[in-house]
Every structure is written in structure tokens, then in C-alpha cells.
């Protein structure tokens, strides 16, 4: 059974800095891709940044040159300069046996298994 495990998040000041981890469990295809997704107040879902078991990665550019993220023992987001727009639920995802992708999926119905969400806080 694929799962993911996220840790990290909490309350910053703006300009601050704030590290999440996601582990998984459960991988049984040879490749899989691994996934961020935040969800503000009032807003949809949107994908942050992903990364394949290939190690390559897709950042979206809404956080481009802020967040930056890895994939070693667990896929972790790396954010930098956080502004208070950066407030919100953020959510591990991960699929597995997706098949050839150009750049690994900020699509959130791609996924096929969710965490239960961290909260990052940035006060101004």
C-alpha cells in the first residue's frame, strides 16, 4: 500500500525559512513521482513543486527561485523568503507507475495518494 509521511511546517516571520519532508512507503513500481501541493484559505489546491524517482524535478513558477525540491530517504521542500502568501496547508502526494512524463506532474488528479497536510504559517 503506497503511503506518504509529511513532517516539518509551522509558524515563520516574513523572510523566514521553513524545511517539509515527505517519506513514502509502500513503492512497488520502479519509478514514481512525489509532489507538494498547497491549499490556502478560500483557494484551490495548487501544485508547489515536484520530483520523480529519476531525481528530476518541476517547480512551479509561482515559487521559482524561492522553494526547491529534492528527493533523497524523503522528497523534501525547501523554502526560502517566505512571504505571508505563503500561508496555507501544505500537502505531500505521491503516484507510482505513472509512465513517461516530460516533467513530473503538478497535476493533483495524478496522484493516487495523499498525506493529511502540515501548516505553514507566515506572519508579516
Known amino acids: 500500500l503506497l503511503e506518504v509521511e509529511e513532517s516539518g511546517g509551522g509558524s515563520v516571520q516574513s523572510g523566514g525559512s521553513l524545511r517539509l519532508s515527505c517519506k513514502i512507503s509502500?513503492?512497488?513500481?520502479?519509478?514514481?513521482?512525489m509532489a507538494w501541493f498547497r491549499q490556502a484559505p478560500g483557494k484551490e489546491r495548487e501544485g508547489v513543486a515536484a520530483v520523480d524517482s529519476d531525481g528530476q524535478t518541476n517547480v512551479s513558477p509561482s515559487v521559482e527561485g524561492r522553494f526547491t525540491i529534492s528527493l533523497g530517504i524523503a522528497a523534501d521542500l525547501q523554502m526560502e523568503d517566505l512571504t505571508p502568501d505563503d500561508t496555507a496547508i501544505y500537502y505531500c502526494a505521491a503516484a507510482q507507475g505513472l509512465g513517461w512524463r516530460l516533467l513530473p506532474s503538478l497535476d493533483l488528479n495524478e496522484y493516487q495518494v495523499w498525506g493529511r497536510g502540515t501548516q505553514v504559517t507566515v506572519s508579516a
Open positions: 509502500g513503492v512497488t513500481y520502479s519509478n514514481y513521482v
